[in-house]
């Protein structure tokens, strides 16, 4: 069940901003301390504790006050803060009720700021994003996401087609890489055409494991995904298209004649009706996935659409 708080008693957000800020580790530690709160390992949870990075992270969104923002995993509220005080209005889902009390301690003195209390991958956020963002002319997606569900969690914000301008996001460094990577390097595969079909992702810059507390063993980076107006490529039948992906980078050092056989033509004579399917697309079928782009990916789904079709 889905529980609301809503922070009240606001203070001038300029003044609040020129004062030491939440993640600041003095307050962090005093936080964690008159809480006797104590870190979840199977949460994922590390706060930062870095205030130009705070900082940067907010500046990555390109805020402000008629802009909405949706925070998931919030902790202490270190990111919220500065977002509260840049924005117009901030929705942060919380899994960790112990954190609710601190969120609420926190964040006392911003009036635009709602805790919300869930799952963000049970959470109905599209019904969230009509009670809470009315007015809002934008909202973005701001977080330091738990490294050991990143992948379903922005996946389901890019699936579900919510009104977003943007996805801003602190994720292991190799994740952010995959996100951006180009056909034909070695982080490129399913994550980055996933994400790069729905959005424009980039590097906003690479964070040490040294400004979180406890630190992770890895280090961190900003990933933004700029969400397009239409998806990348033009394809008649989405879930074939993604269906064709996972094939092609099932076994990463395999062809795409071996992966798609197996995945596609077991049953309609196998590698010699796949290869001249491949070829009639224009592809070589010793080529692998991960050379292909995504209007490549999408031929070869449309061209399956159309065979299907004429079966």
Request: proline share 5%; charged share 25%; with cysteine.
């Amino acid at each position: 069940m889905t529980e609301r708080t809503e922070l009240t008693g606001r203070t001038d957000a300029v003044e609040r901003s020129d004062k030491e800020g939440i993640g600041s580790p003095r307050k962090t530690k005093e936080l964690l301390q008159k809480y006797g709160f104590s870190f979840k390992k199977s949460l994922g949870q590390n706060f930062l504790i870095d205030g130009n990075i705070l900082r940067n992270i907010a500046a990555a969104a390109r805020l402000g006050p008629k802009k909405g923002v949706l925070e998931i995993g919030p902790g202490i509220g270190a990111l919220t803060e500065r977002l509260a005080q840049q924005s117009g209005r901030v929705v942060a889902i919380e899994i960790d009720q112990r954190l609710l009390p601190m969120l609420q301690d926190s964040l006392a003195g911003y009036d635009n700021v709602t805790v919300v209390h869930g799952d963000v991958l049970k959470v109905d956020l599209a019904a969230l994003f009509r009670d809470q963002f009315e007015g809002m002319e934008s909202v973005s997606v701001v977080a330091n996401l738990p490294y050991y569900i990143t992948t379903p969690i922005v996946m389901k914000l890019l699936e579900e087609r919510l009104p977003l301008e943007s996805i801003v996001v602190m994720v292991q460094k190799e994740v952010a890489d995959r996100f951006a990577a180009a056909p034909g390097t070695k982080d490129y595969g399913s994550l980055s055409v996933a994400v790069q079909y729905y959005a424009v992702p980039e590097v906003v810059m690479k964070v040490p494991h040294s400004v979180f507390i406890p630190q992770p063993n890895v280090d961190s980076a900003v990933a933004k995904l700029t969400m397009r107006d239409k998806p990348a490529a033009d394809v008649v039948d989405e879930k074939l298209f993604f269906d064709v992906v996972q094939a092609a980078f099932a076994q990463r050092r395999k062809t795409l004649l071996n992966n798609l056989q197996q995945r596609f033509f077991a049953d309609a004579g196998g590698k010699d009706d796949c290869r001249a399917f491949l070829e009639s697309c224009g592809i070589a079928p010793e080529r692998r996935g991960e050379t292909l782009s995504l209007a490549e990916f999408a031929t070869i789904a449309n061209r399956l659409a159309d065979r299907r079709t004429a079966e």
